[in-house]
């Protein structure tokens, strides 16, 4: 039997958007994200599914279920994310020479206060029943009036709702941020700023699929520089009216290289696309020639789910088609591996690596805040559970301070442009009438968390799961 360390907990991740939506009242139509799934053009071209998120597992009026369930299955910890839109659906009227004081003013006479009465309804429950609350204060979505991402599809890309390419969304995000302390700090143990940064920055300027769809490296940079900024603000004015850790979660991927020669692939690629975000808020540089936001961060989640290959190609690297991320769905990668049902490979060695490199690089505690597969049979995830598991459990042996696994999810949910076809959850919904209903992959978390560790009659499960045993449904 290996023992988790002490402390140690486990848990979920879940996200408002994808979650909370799902019965009538529950609809929340002010984010960027929620226009952008609802537009025409976008759905005829199929940047989105189609499917809407006001038919999801309705999280927001069911929430007493999900905690229960997740009680059940031996759980203590949960990363929760609540929405900007649905607490400010209009625009409160912050302007740039507006102080701390007066903006928190403004703030609070612009509330929702049904929203966060709710919100203090699902964090209370959450504490009554013993759970350790991260509370997660952006997850992608933007309120309409600070980002219209049709206007800027289209070509807007200066003036007001341009979102984070606007460097006033630095202060907009800062004050709401420390408003949501304000009114919900004694029920929440941790904060994050954000949930993948990166995800954002890099996806809304590069993937028609993502608000705004408008493709500009330029344009990324600038979002890129104004999210680093908004934590390190955001950071900055928690701390001033909360002792509680403050963090930020980033979206990894182990990278290996194809070859012995494309090692320094993987320094290259590890430096652009995980370090240069990171590095300034740890004072190990500077965002921009003597401009310092260093020494604002309290902890790491790190969100995994695979891997990238990567070759050298001159000075620069390239990924490499056929493993990790860059796998076709329900098929076998280049390395005789199952992928997902979005196409990811099983590689639960790189969570391993990626959180050895965090704890090396940073010296700051670490927890994985998501990780888990798209596998609407079931048929992976038993492996994936435990092997990753397994992996978390060998980064904190060879001396990490890991101090909790969160599976993403703990019931299906709304996967944004994809919809609800890729299906993450512990628990099955039947969106039809909004059920719950365990997977046998909740049976084997809960024997783990029941265990404290990986029990020895789970072991076998800590493998590759044999293909030729596959079958898609």
């Known amino acids: ?137 952006y997850h992608w979505t933007m309120p309409l009036w600070l980002h219209d991402p049709i206007s800027v599809r289209k070509g807007r890309i200066a003036g007001p709702a341009i979102g984070w390419l606007d460097s006033f969304a630095v202060k907009q995000f800062a004050f709401f941020c420390v408003f949501s302390a304000k009114a919900l700090d004694d029920l929440v143990d941790e904060y994050s700023t954000m949930n993948e940064p990166n995800v954002v920055y890099s996806s809304a300027y590069a993937s028609p699929g993502w608000p705004p769809g408008y493709l500009s490296f330029d344009l990324s940079k600038r979002a890129r520089e104004n999210m680093i900024k908004a934590h390190a603000a955001a950071y900055d004015m928690l701390k001033s009216v909360t002792s509680k850790p403050v963090g930020i979660i980033y979206a990894n991927a182990s990278f290996t290289p194809l070859r012995k020669e494309d090692e320094r692939a993987v320094g290259l690629a590890e430096t652009a696309e995980r370090w240069s975000f990171l590095d300034p808020l740890v004072g190990l540089s500077e965002l921009q020639a003597g401009e310092e936001v260093s020494r604002r961060l309290d902890w790491i989640g790190v969100n995994y789910y695979s891997r990238t290959m990567v070759r050298l190609q001159g000075d620069a690297y390239r990924s490499v088609p056929g493993y990790g991320y860059a796998c076709e769905r329900d098929s076998i990668s280049l390395d005789g591996r199952p992928t997902s049902d979005v196409g990811w490979e099983f590689y ?126």
């Open 1 to 137: 039997m290996r023992k988790f360390p002490s402390g140690f907990m486990i848990g979920w991740s879940q996200a408002g958007f994808q979650s909370e939506m799902g019965l009538p009242g529950s609809e929340d139509p002010n984010s960027d994200w929620f226009a952008w799934v609802h537009d025409e053009e976008n759905i005829a071209t199929g940047r989105v599914s189609g499917d809407l998120p006001e038919n999801g597992p309705a999280y927001w009026f069911n929430f007493r279920s999900f905690h229960e369930n997740a009680k059940k299955m031996g759980m203590n910890v949960v990363r929760l994310g609540i929405e900007w839109s649905r607490l400010f659906p209009n625009d409160p009227g912050i302007s740039s020479s507006d102080d701390h004081v007066s903006a928190l003013e403004k703030l609070d006479r612009s509330v929702n206060a049904a929203a966060l009465h709710h919100y203090r309804e699902i964090l209370a429950d959450l504490k009554h029943m013993g759970f350790h609350v991260i509370l997660n204060l």
């Open 348 to 473: 639960p060695d790189g969570l391993r690596d990626v959180l050895q490199k965090y704890w090396a690089r940073y010296r700051v505690p670490l927890y994985v805040t998501e990780n888990g597969i798209a596998d609407d049979g079931d048929y992976i995830r038993p492996y994936y559970l435990v092997s990753h598991i397994s992996s978390t459990l060998e980064a904190a042996e060879s001396g990490v301070d890991v101090r909790g696994y969160l599976h993403w999810s703990l019931a299906d949910n709304y996967e944004w442009s994809s919809g609800f076809r890729p299906r993450f959850g512990l628990l099955r919904v039947d969106y039809s009438n909004k059920s719950l209903n365990w997977t046998p992959s909740a049976l084997v978390l809960m024997e783990i968390a029941g265990a404290g560790g990986i029990p020895s009659e789970l072991e076998h499960l800590n493998s590759i799961p044999p293909t030729h045993q596959l079958r898609r449904g």
